[in-house]
């Protein structure tokens, strides 16, 4: 059974707050999905639901965003990983670095496309159908009529289609800390690149 429990003289610091919805997430779906070791919920469409959920709370455009073109651009850069490296919930915790936190937003994308292929409310059947005894594959077909490969196989290239070009820079309109502003991010560059950035006058802003 999942709980969550916070330590709220902590949790309240965080602007915005997004780790309670997040859990609260997968509290709801092992609540829906009965999962168990035989049948466990895919590790990203677990936690790319619950990060998606993240993004409903106000002032959260810039991890939105974030997510979104680090997606893009860890397939454009040949850093993504595939569906079925997502897939085990303990290969997932035992990453750690870059690739544990690129992992959320490659799973957050994967969610959204499935959201838009078939609606939010066939994902919470499959869930449902799952809840009933079969494995995701299993379920993914009975809602939907079609094989899960078909999406496992477009995925990246899906993903990488996020972006019109590369690189490129993508901005959102609150900055981190919840706060009204301009944010930035660049994608598609080769992992560890150097940039400079420039003001109006041409004189350096950061680098």
Same mark, same amino acid.
């Given at each position: 059974t999942y709980r969550v429990a916070l330590n709220w003289q902590k949790a309240k610091e965080e602007v915005p707050l997004t780790t309670l919805r997040h859990e609260l997430t997968?509290?709801?779906?092992?609540?829906?999905?009965?999962? *168990?070791?035989? =049948?466990?919920?895919p590790a990203w469409l677990n936690e790319g639901s619950a990060t998606l959920e993240e $993004?409903? @709370? &106000? %002032?959260t455009k810039h991890l939105e965003v974030r997510h979104r073109y680090s997606a893009a651009s860890m397939v454009a850069t040949r850093t993504a990983l595939t @569906?079925?490296?997502?897939?085990?919930?303990?290969?997932?915790?035992? %990453?750690?670095?870059?690739?544990? !936190?690129g992992q959320y937003r490659e799973a957050s994308q994967l969610v959204r496309l499935l959201r838009e292929d078939i609606g939010v409310a066939s994902v919470t059947r499959i869930l449902e159908v799952m809840g009933g005894g079969q494995i995701f594959?299993? &379920?993914?077909?009975? @809602?939907?009529? =079609?094989? $899960? !490969?078909a999406f496992a196989a477009n995925a990246l290239t899906r993903l990488q289609a996020i972006a019109p070009f590369y690189p490129g820079i993508a901005t959102a309109d609150d900055e981190p800390g919840g706060v009204p502003g301009?944010?930035?991010?660049?994608?598609? $560059?080769?992992?560890?690149? *150097? @940039? %400079? !950035?420039?003001? %109006?006058r041409g004189c350096p802003r950061s680098q």
């Amino acid at each position: 059974t999942y709980r969550v429990a916070l330590n709220w003289q902590k949790a309240k610091e965080e602007v915005p707050l997004t780790t309670l919805r997040h859990e609260l997430t997968h509290m709801m779906i092992e609540d829906v999905a009965k999962p *168990t070791l035989a =049948k466990p919920v895919p590790a990203w469409l677990n936690e790319g639901s619950a990060t998606l959920e993240e $993004f409903t @709370v &106000a %002032r959260t455009k810039h991890l939105e965003v974030r997510h979104r073109y680090s997606a893009a651009s860890m397939v454009a850069t040949r850093t993504a990983l595939t @569906v079925a490296d997502l897939t085990d919930q303990d290969a997932w915790n035992a %990453r750690s670095g870059d690739v544990f !936190s690129g992992q959320y937003r490659e799973a957050s994308q994967l969610v959204r496309l499935l959201r838009e292929d078939i609606g939010v409310a066939s994902v919470t059947r499959i869930l449902e159908v799952m809840g009933g005894g079969q494995i995701f594959e299993q &379920a993914y077909t009975t @809602v939907t009529g =079609k094989a $899960f !490969s078909a999406f496992a196989a477009n995925a990246l290239t899906r993903l990488q289609a996020i972006a019109p070009f590369y690189p490129g820079i993508a901005t959102a309109d609150d900055e981190p800390g919840g706060v009204p502003g301009l944010s930035y991010v660049l994608y598609g $560059f080769t992992p560890n690149s *150097t @940039v %400079r !950035s420039t003001g %109006r006058r041409g004189c350096p802003r950061s680098q």
